[in-house]
């Protein structure tokens, strides 16, 4: 009989440290933005899928998803008519709090191991259909669909401690993208793919009048609340997870 051990709070803690360390430092290691770069790509898909899924709440045409090599990305929606400034301000925060909020769902899934694999799998699929759907870059088309393969191979091949501590690592990769992404917060406008634009604040700042660190503030601030929040449920006592162990 396969023996069972209760993974500790201590250890779900460790997980998310080690989590943590790895996404900061990789990038400062030599070849680490290499191995990191499937991350990249996944984060910027985060980040464009908030604002195309939040334009499709709002009742607009999600056109196309496109992710550069450099990690850039950009979403395309259409509405029939001029949307109101709300909508236009509710889209533009939909793609900085979108790794906010595929982050905490992923923390939180991790508090209780049925529903780790689960949301491992979910996800792959997510990431499998959009690319079929929406996606319109070969960078796009290269890397997401290997992303979503390496995702089902954990959650049908790996151990349980592999399975909790690659969704913990993705939950806590999107949370913390949000500090790569903060030069772009606090500025105005920027460039994708050589087109200058406003930025994802600076569109908000347009519609909604305030200026565009106000809003990057906000975002921060909810964003902040929403990881706080899915790491302390998940990290409650009572929520401690049960690994079985495979030979």
Request: proline residues 4%; glycine residues 10%.
């Amino acid at each position: 009989m396969e023996p069972v051990v209760r993974g500790s709070q201590e250890e779900k803690v460790g997980h998310l440290l080690i989590a943590g360390l790895l996404i900061t430092f990789l990038p400062q290691i030599p070849l680490g933005n290499y191995l990191i770069y499937p991350f990249t790509i996944l984060t910027t898909w985060f980040h464009e899928m908030g604002h195309g899924l939040t334009a499709m709440a709002l009742g607009a045409d999600f056109q196309s998803l496109e992710i550069y090599r450099n990690g850039s990305g950009l979403a395309q929606s259409q509405f029939d008519s001029t949307p109101s400034a709300v909508t236009s301000a509710l889209v533009g925060a939909g793609g900085p709090l979108g790794p906010s909020i595929f982050g905490s769902l992923l923390i939180l899934a991790s508090a209780k191991l049925k529903y780790v694999r689960p949301a491992l799998i979910a996800l792959a699929a997510l990431i499998g259909l959009s690319t079929v759907i929406w996606v319109a870059t070969m960078t796009g088309f290269i890397v997401l669909p290997l992303v979503a393969l390496a995702l089902v191979g954990v959650a049908m091949r790996a151990s349980d401690r592999i399975a909790l501590f690659s969704i913990q690592f993705l939950g806590i990769l999107a949370a913390l993208s949000m500090f790569r992404d903060w030069d772009y917060l606090f500025s105005y406008a920027g460039v994708v793919a050589g087109r200058p634009m406003l930025s994802d604040t600076g569109a908000i700042s347009e519609a909604l009048w305030l200026p565009y660190w106000f809003w990057a503030i906000v975002i921060i601030a909810v964003s902040g609340l929403m990881i706080g929040a899915s790491l302390k449920y998940a990290l409650a006592e009572e929520h401690s997870n049960r690994f079985i162990s495979r030979r």
